[in-house]
């Protein structure tokens, strides 16, 4: 479904991606783990084209993306930003419903109303908040309305971007739920970005391990504790000690 | 001397390189006016923010400016037994010169510095990156609509100025400095030309679009954080104040040499 074939980018003297290979199934959830700086995001940008690769070919569904449609393509996709990323002057039901308002697959309004409210009560939200800015909404609720928004128009594929980050080990593990609840009763291909071990277990049928730019392991979620690779190793346990390098 | 030629070298260079980015964008906006989709609801949104909210600050300016010049003009005049030209230099010191600049300056301050601000905060937080995935093309959704806003109605603004503007004359010049109200305004309409409106209001739609484009491209040029959203809202107050300026010189010599 998704495959990326030595995939290099770099900032300035910074090679982030220094080749990445990597298969993801058709309805597959891969979870890619990595610390923070090793280009996790960065891989994300560069399937959905927010970044150019410098080397190497992405391929979603056998298309080379850099040749496709980026209108059709990118209709085929929904994407939890980390931070929300929630449009500060719409109301809630209009981030949500904020491809149905407009371009190929916008739909008469008070259809994509009611669709934004489906989505809103799938993820637990009422209607209340409907009206509401994102500024007045918890950290959690800003969350579960990116979630939304991101399964609004349906997409064969989800990428979610930090999904826990800045939330409580309650509400992350209520988001964590949510988000494997809906992948698979969508039956949607789904890559999450996280170092949260918790989202790690709750989430991934597959696990790929980012390091120094490259895939340093990857595997079913079932097999991350037998791995015996002492960088993976050292990353889930949270050791300080270790191959991988930490500042002190 | 190897070290001043070669750091003149990179100043020349990068200048270069900023007014070829400069321009490539400027291309790249006008270009979205030919292309759907257009987001008419995001321009009337701009248009509300651009042209109908600036309009108290653009009063009062023009306001206080018109009655000022009128007190100068006469002081001024006086030096030279020259008190009577009051209503006329008012009438063409505010149309030619401080209508359109003074309204392009408050715009640059109140409509650059908003735009850069929201654009660059929307970045770093991801929210352009947003627009992209969720099948809308920035450049269309946010930056041709304001644009566009703001080089039509500016020209707008400029016009309401100019009128504030002379009426500010009007009352100082009536009601301080003792003129005949119908004399007044009677000298003021046979001294204005056709072309000394038109070139208000071909400045107005210029320095709109400067302002616009100025907001435009630094906020989406924005570095990340608090920052870079600061730096860019600063840098595009001053680059729009910079370029209206100039294109008020330029526009003035196409407009007005002998």
């Known amino acids: ?248 | 001397m190897i070290r001043a030629l070669a750091w003149l070298g990179r100043l020349t260079l990068g200048l270069i390189a900023a007014l070829g980015r400069m321009t490539l964008f400027v291309l790249e906006v006008f270009s979205h006016l030919f292309r759907p989709p257009w987001y008419p609801r995001e321009f009337g949104n701009a248009v509300m923010s651009v042209g109908w909210q600036s309009l108290p600050v653009v009063g009062l300016t023009a306001l206080f400016t018109g009655g000022a010049l009128a007190l100068q003009i006469y002081s001024g005049g006086a030096r030279f037994s020259a008190e009577a030209v009051v209503p006329q230099i008012v009438a063409i010191g505010m149309v030619r010169e401080l209508g359109p600049v003074l309204v392009g300056l408050m715009i640059a301050a109140r409509v650059t510095s908003s735009i850069a601000a929201e654009i660059a905060t929307m970045k770093v937080t991801e929210q352009i990156d947003a627009l992209v995935t969720l099948s809308t093309h920035p450049m269309k959704y946010l930056t041709l609509p304001r644009v566009l806003a703001a080089t039509l109605t500016v020209p707008v603004l400029v016009g309401i100025g100019d009128v504030i503007g002379i009426f500010g004359g009007y009352v100082v010049g009536v009601y301080r400095l003792g003129f005949n109200a119908a004399g007044y305004l009677q000298n003021t309409v046979d001294f204005l030309e056709a072309l000394d409106i038109l070139s208000s209001l071909a400045k107005g739609a210029v320095f709109g679009a400067l302002a616009g484009l100025a907001g435009c491209y630094y906020g989406l040029n924005s570095a990340r954080g608090a920052m870079g959203v600061g730096r860019a809202t600063k840098s595009g107050v001053v680059a729009a104040a910079v370029l209206i300026l100039a294109a008020n010189f330029v526009l003035t010599e196409v407009f007005f040499s002998a």
């Open chain 1, 1 to 248: 479904m998704i495959r990326l074939s030595q995939v290099k980018k770099s900032f300035g003297d910074n090679h982030v991606l220094r080749g990445i290979d990597l298969e993801i199934a058709r309805g597959e959830s891969m979870v890619v783990i990595g610390g923070s700086g090793t280009g996790k995001s960065v891989v994300l940008k560069c399937i959905l084209g927010l970044m150019t690769p410098e080397a190497g070919m992405i391929e979603v569904g056998g298309q080379d993306v850099s040749r496709v449609s980026r209108d059709a393509f990118l209709a085929r996709f929904g994407m939890l930003f980390q931070a929300s990323a929630l449009f500060d002057s719409l109301p809630v039901w209009q981030n949500v419903a904020f491809r149905l308002l407009r371009g190929a697959q916008k739909r008469p309004k008070a259809e994509a109303r009611a669709i934004a409210l489906t989505k809103l009560r799938r993820v637990g939200l009422g209607p209340e908040v409907a009206e509401r800015l994102p500024a007045e909404l918890s950290g959690g609720m800003q969350k579960r309305v990116g979630l939304a928004r991101a399964i609004a128009a349906d997409p064969e594929i989800i990428f979610f971007d930090e999904p826990t980050t800045g939330l409580d080990p309650i509400m992350a593990g209520v988001i964590n739920d949510l988000i494997r609840e809906i992948v698979t009763e969508m039956g949607a291909t789904a890559v999450t970005i996280t170092h949260d071990m918790s989202s790690v277990r709750a989430i991934a049928d597959r696990v790929a391990m980012l390091h120094h730019g490259k895939i340093r392991w990857a595997g079913p979620v079932s097999e991350i504790d037998q791995a015996g690779d002492p960088y993976l190793d050292q990353f889930i346990n949270g050791r300080a000690e270790g191959p991988i390098e930490t500042l002190r």
